[in-house]
């Protein structure tokens, strides 16, 4: 059983901007180890934001990621129609096992 | 260009094992951790465990202890999966991926089809 709450469906119009929560349910998740995926369907998922906030060079400047307590956010500015995906958060824990825990999965949707 | 290249698809009978291989190149193998994950059809991401190219050591999620086993072959460079005793509920994609030094995955293989029917 997932420990990372995603909401299930965000959507927004081209242009907009929208935020993705990912919330932890138990006290060892490390939330400074918190990175999102990005994964279009048919295909692998790919690495868009790490350590809570930074974006691997190749990653376009319209994602962004932050952290509020034990909820980390992914808001993504301008929203494109390559952008419409299913987007998921992991963490690192403290524990010996699992050592990763992955969110529900959040299906963007540009309308 | 760091890359995994991953095995084709794998139709299984239940009860069988399955063995996933993921080709790594562009990079020193030993100096990053491999991790293997799978989505059922329609599901979200499940993390199965690790595997240190450089010592071996292995860590396996509760839930597929006993029923699977990650290896490497340095010369190669390659890593495997095998998942035995296979049931209905295995039919999934497994991925291979490459941790960062801060637990992020930033190199991900095309992923495996495996159905157990």
């Known amino acids: 059983q997932s420990a990372l709450t995603q909401s299930a469906s965000v959507s927004g119009s081209p242009g907009q901007s929208i935020t993705i929560s990912c919330t932890g349910t138990f006290s060892d998740v490390d939330y400074n180890y918190v990175s999102w995926y990005q994964q279009h369907p048919g295909e692998a998922p790919k690495l868009i934001i790490y350590?809570?906030?930074h974006r691997p060079s190749r990653v376009s400047h319209r994602f962004s990621g932050s952290r509020s307590g034990n909820t980390a956010s992914l808001t993504i500015s301008g929203l494109q129609a390559e952008d419409e995906a299913d987007y998921y958060c992991?963490?690192?824990?403290?524990?010996?096992?699992?050592?990763?825990?992955f969110g529900t999965g959040t299906k963007v949707t540009v309308l | 260009q760091v890359q995994l290249v991953q095995s084709g698809a794998e139709v299984k009978t239940p009860g069988a094992s399955v063995k996933v291989s993921c080709n790594a190149s562009g990079y020193i193998f030993s100096g990053h951790f491999i991790h293997w994950v799978r989505q059922a059809p329609g599901q979200g991401l499940e993390w199965m465990g690790w595997?240190?190219?450089?010592?071996?050591?292995?860590n396996y999620a509760q839930k597929f202890q006993g029923r699977v086993t990650m290896n490497t072959d340095t010369s190669t460079p390659t890593a495997y999966m095998e998942l035995s005793n296979l049931r209905f509920e295995d039919t999934a994609v497994y991925f291979c991926?490459?941790?960062?030094?801060?637990?992020?995955?930033?190199?991900w293989g095309q992923g495996s089809m495996v159905t157990v029917s």
């Open positions: 991926t490459r941790m960062t030094v801060t637990y992020a995955f930033d190199v």
């Open positions: 350590d809570v906030y």
């Open positions: 992991v963490s690192h824990t403290s524990r010996g096992t699992p050592p990763y825990v």
């Open positions: 595997i240190s190219p450089g010592s071996g050591g292995t």
